[in-house]
Protein backbone atom coordinates (compact mmCIF):
# COMPACT_ATOMS: atom_id res chain seq x y z
CA UNK A 1 0.00 0.00 0.00
CA UNK A 2 2.42 2.39 1.29
CA UNK A 3 4.77 1.37 -2.04
CA UNK A 4 2.08 2.16 -4.27
CA UNK A 5 1.36 5.54 -2.97
CA UNK A 6 5.01 6.51 -3.23
CA UNK A 7 4.89 5.28 -6.67
CA UNK A 8 1.53 7.73 -7.19
CA UNK A 9 3.45 10.37 -5.83
CA UNK A 10 6.63 10.15 -7.98
CA UNK A 11 4.84 9.76 -11.12
CA UNK A 12 2.85 13.16 -10.11
CA UNK A 13 5.58 15.00 -9.52
CA UNK A 14 7.49 13.78 -12.83
CA UNK A 15 4.11 15.05 -14.62
CA UNK A 16 4.76 18.37 -12.49
CA UNK A 17 8.13 18.79 -14.03
CA UNK A 18 8.09 17.85 -16.65
CA UNK A 19 5.33 20.66 -17.63
CA UNK A 20 7.19 22.90 -15.36
CA UNK A 21 10.30 22.18 -17.71
CA UNK A 22 8.49 21.80 -21.24
CA UNK A 23 6.96 25.81 -19.76
CA UNK A 24 10.54 27.29 -18.31
CA UNK A 25 11.56 26.10 -21.80
CA UNK A 26 8.74 28.02 -23.97
CA UNK A 27 9.28 31.09 -21.81
CA UNK A 28 13.19 31.23 -22.14
CA UNK A 29 13.21 30.58 -25.61
CA UNK A 30 12.91 33.98 -27.11
CA UNK A 31 15.50 35.65 -25.06
CA UNK A 32 17.74 32.56 -26.14
CA UNK A 33 16.73 33.04 -29.65
CA UNK A 34 17.32 36.96 -29.27
CA UNK A 35 21.15 35.62 -28.17
CA UNK A 36 21.95 33.49 -31.23
CA UNK A 37 20.30 36.47 -33.60
CA UNK A 38 22.83 38.87 -31.87
CA UNK A 39 25.86 36.74 -32.63
CA UNK A 40 24.64 34.89 -35.87
CA UNK A 41 25.90 37.71 -38.06
CA UNK A 42 23.99 38.82 -41.32
CA UNK A 43 20.89 38.15 -41.69
CA UNK A 44 17.86 36.59 -39.83
CA UNK A 45 18.89 33.34 -38.66
CA UNK A 46 16.39 30.77 -37.15
CA UNK A 47 19.11 28.61 -35.88
CA UNK A 48 19.31 27.02 -32.22
CA UNK A 49 22.97 27.59 -32.72
CA UNK A 50 25.60 30.44 -33.58
CA UNK A 51 26.26 31.02 -37.31
CA UNK A 52 29.57 32.13 -37.61
CA UNK A 53 29.64 33.77 -33.92
CA UNK A 54 30.72 37.19 -33.99
CA UNK A 55 30.41 40.28 -31.67
CA UNK A 56 30.45 42.59 -34.20
CA UNK A 57 26.69 44.04 -33.71
CA UNK A 58 27.18 44.49 -30.25
CA UNK A 59 30.64 46.72 -31.03
CA UNK A 60 28.90 48.50 -33.71
CA UNK A 61 25.90 49.00 -31.09
CA UNK A 62 28.26 50.58 -28.47
CA UNK A 63 30.55 52.10 -30.50
CA UNK A 64 28.55 53.69 -33.84
CA UNK A 65 25.11 54.50 -31.99
CA UNK A 66 24.37 56.55 -28.92
CA UNK A 67 24.11 53.70 -27.00
CA UNK A 68 26.11 54.83 -24.22
CA UNK A 69 23.92 58.03 -23.58
CA UNK A 70 20.71 56.25 -23.98
CA UNK A 71 21.81 53.95 -21.03
CA UNK A 72 22.86 56.91 -18.98
CA UNK A 73 19.39 58.64 -19.64
CA UNK A 74 17.47 55.77 -18.51
CA UNK A 75 19.85 54.58 -15.57
CA UNK A 76 18.78 58.62 -14.50
CA UNK A 77 15.10 58.39 -14.92
CA UNK A 78 14.44 54.98 -13.45
CA UNK A 79 16.75 55.52 -10.85
CA UNK A 80 15.40 58.89 -9.83
CA UNK A 81 12.03 57.44 -9.93
CA UNK A 82 12.46 54.27 -8.20
CA UNK A 83 14.37 56.67 -5.00
CA UNK A 84 12.04 59.51 -5.06
CA UNK A 85 8.44 57.48 -5.00
CA UNK A 86 9.84 55.09 -2.34
CA UNK A 87 9.77 58.07 0.05
CA UNK A 88 6.65 60.12 -1.69
CA UNK A 89 4.73 56.72 -1.52
CA UNK A 90 5.39 55.66 1.71
CA UNK A 91 4.79 59.15 2.82
CA UNK A 92 1.54 58.98 1.20
CA UNK A 93 0.88 55.39 2.74
CA UNK A 94 1.58 55.97 6.57
CA UNK A 95 -1.15 58.72 7.17
CA UNK A 96 -3.55 56.10 4.90
CA UNK A 97 -2.70 53.05 7.16
CA UNK A 98 -2.02 54.67 10.52
CA UNK A 99 -3.97 58.00 10.24
CA UNK A 100 -6.94 58.81 12.53
CA UNK A 101 -9.42 61.31 10.33
CA UNK A 102 -12.16 61.32 8.29
CA UNK A 103 -11.81 60.51 4.81
CA UNK A 104 -8.76 58.01 5.34
CA UNK A 105 -10.44 55.57 3.27
CA UNK A 106 -12.06 57.54 0.88
CA UNK A 107 -8.67 59.09 0.02
CA UNK A 108 -7.13 55.42 -0.67
CA UNK A 109 -9.83 54.72 -2.91
CA UNK A 110 -9.62 57.85 -4.81
CA UNK A 111 -5.51 57.22 -5.18
CA UNK A 112 -6.54 53.03 -6.25
CA UNK A 113 -8.80 54.79 -8.52
CA UNK A 114 -5.99 56.43 -10.69
CA UNK A 115 -5.10 52.83 -12.07
CA UNK A 116 -8.22 52.77 -13.52
CA UNK A 117 -7.17 55.15 -16.02
CA UNK A 118 -5.03 53.41 -18.86
CA UNK A 119 -1.71 55.49 -19.64
CA UNK A 120 -2.46 55.98 -23.05
CA UNK A 121 -5.35 58.40 -22.07
CA UNK A 122 -3.35 60.92 -19.81
CA UNK A 123 -0.30 61.06 -22.42
CA UNK A 124 -1.79 64.30 -23.89
CA UNK A 125 -2.82 65.91 -21.08
CA UNK A 126 0.89 65.44 -19.59
CA UNK A 127 2.47 66.50 -23.12
CA UNK A 128 0.32 69.67 -22.69
CA UNK A 129 1.66 70.51 -19.43
CA UNK A 130 5.28 70.11 -19.55
CA UNK A 131 5.28 71.76 -22.82
CA UNK A 132 3.77 75.02 -20.95
CA UNK A 133 6.77 74.05 -18.22
CA UNK A 134 9.29 74.27 -21.09
CA UNK A 135 10.26 70.96 -20.07
CA UNK A 136 9.47 68.94 -23.37
CA UNK A 137 12.99 66.93 -24.42
CA UNK A 138 13.97 66.82 -20.87
CA UNK A 139 14.71 64.19 -18.84
CA UNK A 140 12.16 65.93 -16.14
CA UNK A 141 9.59 65.37 -18.62
CA UNK A 142 10.10 61.76 -17.32
CA UNK A 143 10.75 61.91 -13.99
CA UNK A 144 7.97 64.34 -12.29
CA UNK A 145 5.02 62.16 -13.33
CA UNK A 146 6.42 58.96 -12.20
CA UNK A 147 7.82 59.97 -8.50
CA UNK A 148 3.90 59.21 -6.60
CA UNK A 149 2.57 55.58 -7.91
CA UNK A 150 -0.69 54.85 -6.53
CA UNK A 151 0.68 51.69 -6.61
CA UNK A 152 3.20 52.18 -4.69
CA UNK A 153 1.18 53.95 -2.19
CA UNK A 154 -1.11 50.24 -2.34
CA UNK A 155 2.25 48.34 -1.27
CA UNK A 156 3.25 50.63 1.26
CA UNK A 157 0.21 51.21 2.93
CA UNK A 158 -0.69 47.30 2.78
CA UNK A 159 2.95 47.07 4.68
CA UNK A 160 2.21 49.62 6.99
CA UNK A 161 -1.01 48.36 8.22
CA UNK A 162 1.51 45.58 9.59
CA UNK A 163 3.42 47.74 11.72
CA UNK A 164 1.93 47.07 15.47
CA UNK A 165 0.00 50.43 16.45
CA UNK A 166 1.59 50.03 19.87
CA UNK A 167 5.05 50.99 18.92
CA UNK A 168 3.73 54.10 17.17
CA UNK A 169 1.50 54.70 20.25
CA UNK A 170 5.16 54.56 22.77
CA UNK A 171 7.25 57.18 20.02
CA UNK A 172 4.22 59.80 20.31
CA UNK A 173 4.33 59.43 24.35
CA UNK A 174 7.36 60.32 23.84
CA UNK A 175 7.24 62.88 22.33
CA UNK A 176 8.24 62.02 19.11
CA UNK A 177 6.32 63.82 16.15
CA UNK A 178 4.64 62.17 12.98
CA UNK A 179 7.41 62.89 10.84
CA UNK A 180 10.12 61.86 13.37
CA UNK A 181 7.44 58.34 13.93
CA UNK A 182 7.74 58.31 9.90
CA UNK A 183 11.37 58.72 9.68
CA UNK A 184 12.91 56.76 12.77
CA UNK A 185 9.96 53.78 12.66
CA UNK A 186 8.43 53.51 9.50
CA UNK A 187 11.42 53.38 7.40
CA UNK A 188 13.61 50.91 9.22
CA UNK A 189 10.67 49.07 9.47
CA UNK A 190 9.69 48.58 5.65
CA UNK A 191 12.61 48.47 4.26
CA UNK A 192 11.55 45.25 2.73
CA UNK A 193 8.55 47.11 1.15
CA UNK A 194 10.58 49.82 0.19
CA UNK A 195 12.81 48.24 -1.90
CA UNK A 196 10.57 45.85 -3.76
CA UNK A 197 8.78 49.06 -4.74
CA UNK A 198 12.15 50.43 -6.03
CA UNK A 199 12.85 47.65 -8.06
CA UNK A 200 9.42 47.49 -9.34
CA UNK A 201 9.56 50.79 -10.12
CA UNK A 202 13.23 50.58 -11.30
CA UNK A 203 12.70 47.65 -13.91
CA UNK A 204 8.60 49.27 -15.09
CA UNK A 205 10.58 52.50 -16.17
CA UNK A 206 13.44 51.09 -17.68
CA UNK A 207 11.51 49.32 -20.10
CA UNK A 208 8.77 52.16 -20.96
CA UNK A 209 8.33 52.92 -24.55
CA UNK A 210 5.04 55.15 -25.05
CA UNK A 211 5.48 58.05 -22.67
CA UNK A 212 9.48 59.02 -23.60
CA UNK A 213 8.67 58.43 -27.33
CA UNK A 214 6.42 61.39 -26.94
CA UNK A 215 8.41 63.54 -24.52
CA UNK A 216 11.78 63.67 -25.77
CA UNK A 217 13.05 64.69 -29.44
CA UNK A 218 16.45 64.62 -29.50
CA UNK A 219 18.40 60.91 -30.09
CA UNK A 220 20.75 62.38 -27.41
CA UNK A 221 17.93 62.42 -24.97
CA UNK A 222 16.58 59.07 -25.91
CA UNK A 223 15.94 56.45 -23.48
CA UNK A 224 17.41 52.68 -23.87
CA UNK A 225 13.51 51.37 -25.71
CA UNK A 226 13.54 54.29 -27.84
CA UNK A 227 16.75 54.43 -29.37
CA UNK A 228 16.53 50.72 -30.02
CA UNK A 229 13.50 51.33 -31.83
CA UNK A 230 15.86 54.12 -34.40
CA UNK A 231 18.53 52.13 -34.98
CA UNK A 232 16.33 48.79 -35.66
CA UNK A 233 15.20 49.63 -39.64
CA UNK A 234 18.23 49.73 -42.28
CA UNK A 235 17.81 50.44 -45.79
CA UNK A 236 16.99 46.75 -46.84
CA UNK A 237 14.45 46.54 -43.78
CA UNK A 238 14.84 45.49 -39.90
CA UNK A 239 18.21 44.47 -38.77
CA UNK A 240 17.63 41.81 -36.76
CA UNK A 241 20.90 41.29 -35.47
CA UNK A 242 21.73 44.79 -34.63
CA UNK A 243 18.31 44.97 -32.85
CA UNK A 244 18.88 41.71 -31.05
CA UNK A 245 22.47 43.00 -29.75
CA UNK A 246 20.79 46.19 -28.61
CA UNK A 247 18.33 44.28 -26.48
CA UNK A 248 20.49 42.17 -24.91
CA UNK A 249 22.60 44.91 -23.83
CA UNK A 250 19.16 47.05 -22.48
CA UNK A 251 17.88 43.66 -20.62
CA UNK A 252 21.23 42.96 -18.63
CA UNK A 253 20.12 46.12 -16.11
CA UNK A 254 17.29 45.08 -15.50
CA UNK A 255 18.53 40.67 -15.11
CA UNK A 256 20.84 41.91 -12.26
CA UNK A 257 18.38 44.38 -10.56
CA UNK A 258 15.56 41.20 -10.94
CA UNK A 259 18.59 38.78 -9.21
CA UNK A 260 19.42 41.02 -6.67
CA UNK A 261 15.36 41.89 -4.97
CA UNK A 262 14.08 38.45 -6.71
CA UNK A 263 12.02 37.71 -2.92
CA UNK A 264 11.11 40.96 -2.98
CA UNK A 265 9.81 41.44 -6.44
CA UNK A 266 7.78 38.43 -5.96
CA UNK A 267 6.19 39.49 -2.62
CA UNK A 268 5.53 42.22 -4.89
CA UNK A 269 4.10 40.68 -7.72
CA UNK A 270 1.83 38.77 -5.13
CA UNK A 271 0.27 42.22 -3.41
CA UNK A 272 -0.67 43.00 -6.98
CA UNK A 273 -2.33 40.60 -8.17
CA UNK A 274 -3.96 39.99 -5.26
CA UNK A 275 -5.46 43.43 -5.24
CA UNK A 276 -5.99 43.01 -8.75
CA UNK A 277 -3.36 45.78 -10.29
CA UNK A 278 -1.95 45.24 -13.61
CA UNK A 279 0.47 48.32 -13.65
Known sequence: MLLERIHKVSFSRIIIYTILIIFALVTIFPLYHMIIVSLGGYG?????IPLNPRIDEYLHVLIATEMINWLINTFIYAGSVSIFTVFLDSLIAYPLAKGDFKGRNFIFLLVISYLM???????????????????????????LPGIISPTGVFLMRQ??????????????????????????IILPVCKPALLTVAALKFIMHWNMFLYPLVMLRKSSMFTVPVGIATISWGMFGANWNLMSAACIISIIPTILIFLFFQKQIQTGIILRERAGIKR
Open 117 to 143: IPEQAVIIPLFKLMGSLGLINNLLALI
Open 159 to 184: YILNVPSDILDSARIDGSSEIGIYWR
Open 44 to 48: FSFSL
